[in-house]
RNA sequence: GGGAGUUUAGCUCAGCUGGUUCAGAGCAUCUGCCUUACAAGCAGAGGGUCACAGGUUCGAAUCCUGUAACUCCCA
């Protein structure tokens, strides 16, 4: 059939995904062969696939796919976590729309909206991985809220509770709002916002004086319990032990002294509400204070707050400061910088609040976590993310991992109405477990506790629950498969993820769940913004994918991603609209790419072919495969050092302008001509031999060209084809050549100079003290730069355009008249620069210190810098004096 | 407030343990070409005080100190 004369990707690429899953290539079990494993870091099952998923899981396939090439037993684990409160806010909203409330149905009714939810979006995202090539193996697909990964949480949890680790306890902790539930630290994003500071009067008890407190958060008065000044603030001395009232409520309450409060912000004086602030907590435990909690759990004013019960707390915020003002108790207002914590799923503002939750203790798992990544038990690329990772585990603070939310695993807590409280996997269990502390119970008398543990409490058991390490701790699977190999994920999840699958990994497996964990930066559009859903700045993938192909997209985001460094991806803007185009350029570099790969076939498959063996070949093949060789060493070192980015570029320069620009160039027939079969054979070989090299970064087009290469049997495909491996190679012929290349640049240059038609020919001469040394090349020199003689001659040659390569002096006859000024003035400049390089080196040698010091295999780098030099030197001050 | 990182060509980045006149690559730009594999192409060219100031060294983009700007993390 014919080849089309561009690319096309479409057909192609779908055309060889079924293909590969069908025959099972992406399909891994134990055998005898050394594995080579990666879990997918999960994916959340709200989402569709964006660039950061692209950017990660490129990366991905490429490391799998090259271990597959590379003989081993290559297993990419895929899968999705069920993200309790992105996915819960979606089920309320899909109820919603239905006109149905949550709190209308019951937990397992919800529940099954849940799961129905899921089964028809959870999937989109894996089938997007299918677009862009991902060579999953799909039989092991896992989602966080299956029965045996929720097994395992649970069996965790009992575990980690019996050890002590897991606690309940009443803690300062961050409410959401609005998904009314807890969060950790690490789900808190802290905003640097422009807030208003008011400074507020609260009356002395009986006196018609007063303190002024400042405040951004006035509406939480309704819960102070005191006023705090430090000690030896003379401003404040004689209050202590004073009363004052609490604006609007009346209350009266104390004045404490203590050394926290800073005497520099705001008045000096703090209000302390000890049910809304972590420091005020501290402080009212400290001295004894009553807390009041103002706030019900969706934000509002609760009954203890007196006034304004059931308003917002935003709302709440206006209306007291209006009431202040009206009250003469608000002094003044300020407008200040301050950070605001937001609820990274939901955007709401943050409240400090008091709650009873489950925590994990960290101070042990701590211990094996940091030793094992500081020693290199465990390798960061790159490497300075050790400093990060070792600056949160020396501060880490225990772990809140209950979630008001039904979307999840549900504690295995069970109370009594006594309050007494047992952990068991089962209602049965926890009656038993009762009895055993003396307590009779029946099955209506318990109840479980009400809370779903956080989704990071599940992700952190992945590596070794997706091959269910937990339910069957010994099994084939996960003896063979763990520790995985690498991770490869964004540095912002490396406390939510890379920290804590690291505690898991020594806490329930006495071993690290990975050996290298891979760090990609973060996607940015071209204003360097971070890109997300949010700001709309993010080009859609599969539109990208449709216009480029997945392969060039591939490359595109490979091409600008240094490991760990943020990644610009080149997306533009329209101008007038300020929309983000699904464009790049970068994109279309890779499948301008894959159009070249593409048409260096259509040169292949387009030749006539006769027997034999063309001789004249024989030193571009060579200098091909030598070339080849050294780079194949290179290529595999890049691996080892995680320099995927470079590497990518390097064959991209390899194939297009050593393969294509200069051997196809070399061994092409003249038009019309067959090709020897012994060429043609050698050079398929070496087009093969480069595909193998690409196919991990470039799957798609790799395949569909090696199968036109050949007949292929069903199976002998370049997904499961042996990588070319390196090889020694012949450093003096890779030279030669370069030394030929550097020739015929300078005879196009002239040509170009010189405005010669493509079809003018030309001669060259040129003098050596080696006339035989490049012999084997002037053949295709001749050809290359259409000169139809190429001879080495005693001495010089009149009226001939000069220069010189080491100490060999070319001369070329164009048959246009000699321009003898600018001729001059080309070697003259060229003097100049060898005589300034010269005398670098002379100031250098006759240098003793430099001498004396220098490694033995520097000095003798400079006398050959020299000697090379000065040969070169002579030759040019030779060919000015002839110009005279 | 504590910490990390970055700063090299118009843009995005290499430059690993100081040692070619070391200042590189890709893209973009400019010039000339529709030369039957490829105009999604070919052949060429120009472009930088390596943020700034000191220091160490025979030798510094590279090591040290300080300054500035930007980015991020943690509190």
Not at 406 to 414: E, L, N, T
Not at 433 to 440: C, D, L, M, P, Y
Not at 483 to 493: E, F
Request: contains cysteine; hydrophobic residues 40%.
């Amino acid at each position: 059939m014919e080849l089309t004369k561009n690319y096309e990707p479409k057909a192609i690429e779908n055309k060889w995904y079924s293909y590969w899953k069908d025959h099972g290539f992406f399909r891994s079990v134990p055998d005898e062969r050394e594995p080579f494993t990666i879990v997918i870091p999960p994916p959340n099952v709200t989402g569709v696939l964006h660039l950061g998923h692209m950017l990660n899981n490129t990366i991905q396939d490429v490391l799998i796919r090259k271990a597959r090439m590379s003989g081993k037993n290559a297993c990419w684990v895929p899968g999705t976590d069920h993200a309790s409160i992105a996915t819960e806010a979606k089920v309320v909203g899909m109820l919603r729309e239905r006109g149905i409330k949550k709190s209308d149905i019951s937990r397992e009714e919800f529940l099954k909206y849940a799961f129905e939810w899921k089964e028809k979006y959870g999937g989109i995202i894996l089938t997007q991985l299918e677009k862009l090539g991902a060579s999953c193996d799909w039989e092991r697909t896992r989602f966080t809220m299956e029965e045996d990964l929720s097994d395992a949480v649970l069996d965790a949890f009992i575990q980690l509770h019996k050890k002590g680790y897991v606690y309940r306890g009443l803690k300062m902790i961050n409410w959401d709002p609005s998904a009314k539930t807890t969060l950790s630290n690490e789900e808190v994003i802290h905003k640097e916002e422009k807030s208003k500071l008011f400074y507020i009067k609260y009356m002395l008890e009986d006196s018609d004086s007063f303190v002024s407190i400042a405040t951004t958060r006035p509406e939480t008065l309704l819960g102070d319990t005191a006023i705090c000044v430090h000690p030896s603030d003379i401003r404040y001395q004689q209050l202590h032990g004073k009363r004052v009232l609490v604006p609007l409520v009346n209350r009266l309450v104390k004045i404490i002294a203590d050394d926290y409060v800073e005497m520099e912000f705001g008045t000096g004086a703090l209000k302390v509400t000890p049910a809304h602030d972590t420091n005020d907590y501290e402080l009212g435990k400290k001295h004894g204070l009553e807390t009041i909690d103002m706030m019900n759990d969706d934000g509002t004013v609760s009954e203890a707050g007196q006034l304004y019960v059931g308003m917002d707390r935003m709302a709440c915020r206006k209306q007291i400061v209006k009431d202040l003002e009206l009250a003469g108790l608000l002094i003044k207002t300020e407008e200040i910088q301050n950070k605001i914590g937001y609820s990274e799923r939901t955007n709401v503002v943050v409240e400090p609040r008091l709650s009873l939750q489950w925590f994990v203790d960290m101070k042990e798992m701590v211990k094996p976590a940091l030793e094992h990544v500081m020693n290199d038990d465990i390798q960061f690329h790159p490497e300075r993310f050790k400093n990060t990772y070792k600056h949160w585990l020396d501060n880490i603070r225990d772990w809140p991992i209950s979630r008001q939310l039904w979307w999840g695993q549900q504690i295995p807590a069970w109370y009594t109405e006594d309050g007494a409280l047992v952990v068991a996997k089962t209602k049965q269990e926890a009656i038993l477990a009762f009895k055993e502390q003396g307590i009779e119970v029946h099955e209506n008398m318990i109840k479980q506790d009400e809370d779903v543990l956080d989704t990071w409490f599940s992700s952190w058991l992945w590596p070794i629950s997706v091959f269910d390490g937990f339910k069957d701790p010994n099994n084939a699977d996960i003896n063979y498969y763990y520790p995985t190999n690498v991770l490869v994920t964004g540095w912002d999840i490396i406390f939510f993820w890379v920290a804590r699958m690291i505690f898991a990994g020594y806490e329930f497996k006495d071993e690290k769940p990975f050996q290298h964990v891979y760090f990609t930066g973060m996607v940015r559009d071209l204003q360097r913004k971070k890109m997300s859903k949010s700001l709309g700045n993010s080009p859609d993938l599969l539109a990208l994918i449709d216009t480029y192909g997945a392969d060039g997209c591939r490359f595109g985001i490979l091409a600008c991603s240094p490991a760990g460094g943020d990644l610009i991806f080149d997306s533009p803007f329209d101008s007038k609209t300020k929309q983000v185009l699904n464009q790049s350029p970068l994109c279309e570099q890779g499948r301008n790419f894959c159009n070249k790969l593409w048409n260096a076939l259509r040169l292949l498959k387009g030749l006539e072919v006769v027997a034999g063996k063309n001789e004249e070949n024989a030193v571009a093949i060579d200098w091909m495969n030598q070339k080849l060789n050294k780079f194949a060493t290179h290529y595999h070192q890049s691996f080892e050092q995680f320099r995927l980015s470079e590497l990518l570029i390097d064959l991209y320069k390899f194939i297009w302008d050593d393969f294509c620009a200069w051997y196809l160039e070399m061994i092409k027939p003249i038009y019309q001509q067959p090709i020897d079969a012994y060429t043609l054979k050698e050079t398929i070989r070496i087009f093969e031999q480069l595909l193998s090299l690409l196919h991990p970064f470039m799957p798609f087009i790799t395949e569909e060209i090696w199968h036109e290469l050949g007949e292929r049997s069903e199976r002998d495909c370049m997904i499961v084809h042996p990588i070319l491996q390196g090889s020694s190679f012949d450093e003096h012929t890779i030279q030669l050549g370069e030394e030929v290349k550097e020739m015929i640049v300078s005879l196009r240059d002239i040509r170009a100079r010189s405005g010669l038609k493509n079809t003018a020919l030309i001669k060259t001469y040129f003098t050596s003290e080696e006339p035989e040394k490049h012999a084997a090349w002037h053949k295709k020199i001749m050809r290359l730069c259409n000169s139809e003689v190429f001879e080495c001659v005693a001495k010089e040659v009149a009226d001939a355009q000069t220069f010189v390569i080491k100490s060999n002096t070319y001369f070329v006859i164009t048959g246009i008249e000699l321009n003898v000024e600018h001729e001059r003035e080309k070697l003259q400049k060229e003097l100049t620069y060898v005589e300034g390089f010269l005398k670098s080196i002379h100031i250098k040698m006759s240098n003793e210190k430099f001498v004396n010091n220098a490694p033995a295999a520097v000095l003798e780098a400079e006398r050959k810098k020299l000697a090379d030099g000065e040969a070169k030197q002579k030759a040019l001050i030779e060919s000015l004096e002839k110009l005279q």
